[in-house]
């Protein structure tokens, strides 16, 4: 399954550069978007030049736009590479989501066998102190048959020397 899922990403990213593609040539063409996408590259333009300018610290220098042509291939390629990099974004956000949920089933799996070793754990301790209750009953049986056993030899004693006395 991994590797189709691989490729399956790798074909997204693949087919999101065609549509980028498509998606500059139209944009020249479309003349609310064009607006857009002029207002956006000359934005963009002059945000970059003031960076400029204040790090590398000079003074009263005048920003001059961008002429048409040039604003509308620098707007074209800043969204054909957003479209690429939000494509790619999204499968490496999918993929991370994917591989969170498969490592969450397989702690998951793990949490189950470990309850279940305890339980036979526990059923085992139980069955160890059931035969230790009566390995220890017995143990009382044998001492009360051997001190029987006892009794009976000593009163046979008995029995035996007081026949000596009278015979003798």
Do not use: C
């Not at 030899?153 to 006395?165: D, G, I, M, P, W």
């Amino acid at each position: 399954m991994l590797p189709l899922m691989k490729l399956g990403t790798l074909a997204i990213r693949t087919i999101s550069k065609p549509i980028a593609a498509r998606l500059k040539t139209h944009a020249a063409v479309h003349p609310r978007f064009r607006a857009a996408i002029i207002w956006m590259a000359q934005y963009r333009w002059a945000t970059q030049l003031q960076r400029r300018v204040q790090y590398g610290r000079a003074i009263n220098v005048a920003i001059r736009p961008l002429d048409e042509a040039k604003a509308i291939a620098a707007a074209t390629d800043f969204l054909g590479e957003l479209v690429i990099f939000t494509v790619a974004g999204l499968a490496i956000v999918y993929e991370v989501n994917r591989s969170y949920k498969s490592e969450a089933k397989k702690e998951a799996q793990r949490k189950k066998e470990l309850e279940a070793l305890k339980l036979k754990d526990r059923d085992l301790e139980k069955e160890v102190e059931s035969l230790r209750l009566k390995l220890q009953e017995m143990e009382k049986q044998l001492q009360r048959r051997s001190s029987w056993l006892d009794y009976l030899r000593l009163s046979l004693l008995f029995r035996q020397a007081a026949e000596q006395q009278k015979t003798a």
